[in-house]
Antibody, heavy 125, light 108 residues
């Protein structure tokens, strides 16, 4: 059974950093491009970043470029996606979801299936 | 940057057909994916690649895409279909994923 479990959310002051993790299981993690998507309270979905299956390609939304870093560990016993969030702003407050692309070895154009349950990040002084 | 436009809300009576549109410049040349999100839950894909349906999604859900508009159609709407629906594409010119603003489906 494919499963994605996010962790690392919490309350943080503006300007500080936070690292989110997404533990993957039930599929060949190293064969799938992965994404982070966020949703501010009461708002719609906003794509944040993607990392290709091999880690060689990374793309970011303009709103987080230069502040957030996506990475992954494809080691057999790790299989984890990360999002390092630096210089956090109040407007970064959201539920952050990790999501797997629908097909192996795809690169950005696929659908997301499944999504994790999300982890809440609150940026507040 | 590429923009997807959805109506904020659509209302339909039980048993009727709901159509949710997603507008974008020449969207017919892109693959469109649709998600259903119920309150407090993560999104779930209901249609991918314009018109394909994942296993476990009822045949009542279908999609089409042509010109400047993609459409998610839900026939024989049930109370359990009440949710937010989002369209999504890949913008190859910017290497960005783009979501529509979302449509709240209300079952009267």
């Amino acid at each position: 059974q494919v499963q994605l479990v996010e962790s690392g959310g919490g309350v943080v002051q503006p300007g500080r950093s936070l690292r989110l993790s997404c533990a993957a299981s039930g599929f060949i993690f190293s064969s799938y491009t992965m994404h982070w998507v966020r949703q501010a309270p009461g708002k719609g979905l906003e794509w944040v970043a993607l990392i290709s299956y091999d880690g060689n390609n990374k793309y970011y939304a303009d709103s987080v470029k230069g502040r957030f870093i996506i990475s992954r560990d494809n080691s057999k016993n790790i299989n984890t996606l990360y999002l390092q969030m630096n210089s956090l702003r109040v407007e970064d407050t959201a539920v952050y979801y990790c999501a797997k692309e629908g097909q192996q070895l795809a690169h950005g154009g696929d659908w997301f299936d499944p999504w994790g349950q999300g982890t809440l990040v609150t940026v507040s002084s | 940057s590429y923009v997807l436009t959805q109506p904020p809300s659509v209302s339909v009576a039980p048993g009727q057909t709901a159509r949710i549109t997603c507008g974008g410049n020449n969207i017919g040349s892109k693959s469109v994916h649709w998600y259903q999100q119920k309150p407090g839950q993560a999104p779930v894909v209901v249609v991918y690649d314009d018109s394909d349906r994942p296993s476990g999604i009822p045949e009542r859900f279908s999609g089409s895409n042509s010109g400047n508009t993609a459409t998610l159609t839900i026939t024989r709407v049930e109370a359990g279909d009440e949710a937010d629906y989002y369209c999504q594409v890949w913008d190859s010119s910017s290497d960005h994923v783009v979501f529509g603003g979302g449509t709240k489906l209300t079952v009267l």
